[in-house]
Nanobody, 124 residues
Framework: QVQLVESGGGLVQAGGSLRLSCAASGRTFSRYAMGWFRQAPGKEREFVAAIRWDIVSTYYADSVKGRFTISRDNAKNTVYLQMNSLKPEDTAVYYC?????????????????WGQGTQVTVSS
């Protein structure tokens, strides 16, 4: 069983930055792909970014490409999401997730365990 705990959310003005963290415990973290998703009120949960076990392979939604950076520190069992040039439309609850079995890194169904989420609010 793996547990994921997100942190780092908050309120920021448009154009600002935040860094989200997701700490994993309970399993060998370094073997698995990790992803970040977000869910705004009244909308479905959507893919934001993902990183494979090799650290090198990263993927981004078009809406965040060039502004967000996903990274991981396998020694610390932690994945990060650096968010720059934030926009009001980035406002959402952000979730991290781990993919331990076969599944797409781009879809909700591809992941096995989720964190509780952290709120990010970007004011205009």
């Amino acid at each position: 069983q793996v547990q994921l705990v997100e942190s780092g959310g908050g309120l920021v003005q448009a154009g600002g930055s935040l860094r989200l963290s997701c700490a994993a415990s309970g399993r060998t973290f370094s073997r698995y792909a990790m992803g970040w998703f977000r869910q705004a009120p009244g909308k479905e949960r959507e893919f934001v970014a993902a990183i494979r076990w090799d650290i090198v392979s990263t993927y981004y939604a078009d809406s965040v490409k060039g502004r967000f950076t996903i990274s991981r520190d396998n020694a610390k069992n932690t994945v990060y999401l650096q968010m720059n040039s934030l926009k009001p439309e980035d406002t959402a609850v952000y979730y991290c997730a781990i993919r331990m079995y076969i599944g797409s890194v781009f879809t909700v169904s591809g992941y096995d365990t989720w964190g509780q989420g952290t709120q990010v609010t970007v004011s205009s």
